[in-house]
């Protein structure tokens, strides 16, 4: 079974950068879309917020508009890891960010939650002002 394990996560004060790390296992880079989410405080898990996702075969991302522009997902596929590399942070940033997989043939991306299968528990990002 596919695993994904985040870290990463800190305190840092606004306009900071951070890189969260999603580590993953019994998974092939190049037959799964990877997708990062948010949850941010006081939100239900349904109310998951899609972050940025990277196609399987690393030439496709999609990224929330709210993130667009300071948030990259780079990969290591030697090291079977996902980055999420953070810039200029704001303090609407601050959340529960998860790292997630689903298993497939296209060469595209998703941003629901319902479109992905293996999730990890997550790791908290707080940004103050």
């Known amino acids: 079974q596919v695993e994904v394990v985040e870290s990463g996560g800190g305190m840092v004060q606004a306009g900071d950068s951070l890189r969260l790390s999603c580590v993953t296992s019994?998974?092939?880079?190049?037959?799964?879309?990877l997708g990062w989410f948010r949850q941010g405080p006081g939100k239900e898990p349904k109310e998951r917020e899609f972050?940025?996702?990277?196609?399987?075969?690393?030439?496709?991302?999609n990224y929330a508009d709210a993130v667009k522009g300071r948030f990259t997902v780079p990969r290591d596929k030697a090291k079977n890891v996902l980055y999420l590399r953070m810039n200029s942070l704001k303090p609407e940033d601050t959340a529960v960010y998860y790292c997630?997989?689903?298993?497939?043939?296209?060469?595209?991306?998703?941003?629901?939650?319902?479109?992905?299968?293996?999730w990890g528990q997550g790791t908290t990002v707080t940004v103050s002002s």
């Open positions: 997630a997989s689903r298993y497939t043939f296209d060469d595209t991306t998703f941003q629901r939650m319902n479109e992905f299968e293996s």
């Open positions: 972050v940025a996702a990277l196609s399987r075969t690393g030439t496709n991302t």
């Open positions: 019994r998974l092939n880079f190049g037959c799964h879309v």
